[in-house]
C-alpha cells in the first residue's frame, strides 16, 4: 500500500485547510484509514480514523469540533478538512492505513505510512 499526502501549508490562525491522502496498492480496502500528526519535539499523536465501508469515523477529543475526517471510494482519497486552526495544531500530518479495529490507533498499530504535509499556522 503506498499514500501521498498533500494539502499542507501555511495559514493564519481562524483559518481552513484540506489534507488528502490518496491510497493505492492492493487490498487498499482492507485497511481502516488514519490521520496522525507530529508537532516539533513531541511525540507522533494520533487525529482521526475512518472505515473505508461505512465511513464510520472516530476524532481525537482535541479536534473533534474543527476537524473532518472523510473519504472518497471512487478516489480510494481519504481527507481531512482542517476548520478555525490555531497555531497548536502546526505539525507534520501523516496519513496511515491500520487493520487495528480500535478506535484510539496507536502509531504501534499503523501498518503502512504516508510522507507527511506540514501544517503551519500562524498566530
Known amino acids: 500500500v503506498q499514500l501521498q499526502a498533500s494539502g499542507g501549508g501555511l495559514v493564519q490562525a481562524g483559518g481552513s485547510l484540506r489534507l488528502s491522502c490518496a491510497a493505492s496498492g492492493r487490498a487498499v480496502r482492507s485497511y481502516r484509514m488514519a490521520w496522525f500528526r507530529q508537532a516539533p519535539g513531541r511525540e507522533r499523536e494520533f487525529v482521526a480514523v475512518?472505515?473505508?465501508?461505512?465511513?464510520?469515523?472516530y476524532s481525537a477529543a482535541s479536534v473533534k469540533s474543527r476537524f473532518t475526517i472523510s473519504r472518497d471510494n471512487a478516489k480510494d482519497t481519504v481527507y481531512l478538512q482542517m476548520n478555525d486552526l490555531k497555531p497548536e495544531d502546526t505539525a507534520v500530518y501523516y496519513c496511515?492505513?491500520?487493520?487495528?479495529?480500535?478506535?484510539?490507533?496507536?502509531?504501534?498499530?499503523?501498518?503502512?505510512w504516508g510522507q507527511g504535509t506540514k501544517v503551519t499556522v500562524s498566530s
Open positions: 475512518i472505515n473505508w465501508l461505512d465511513g464510520d469515523t
Open positions: 496511515a492505513a491500520t487493520t487495528s479495529i480500535d478506535w484510539v490507533v496507536s502509531t504501534a498499530q499503523i501498518k503502512y
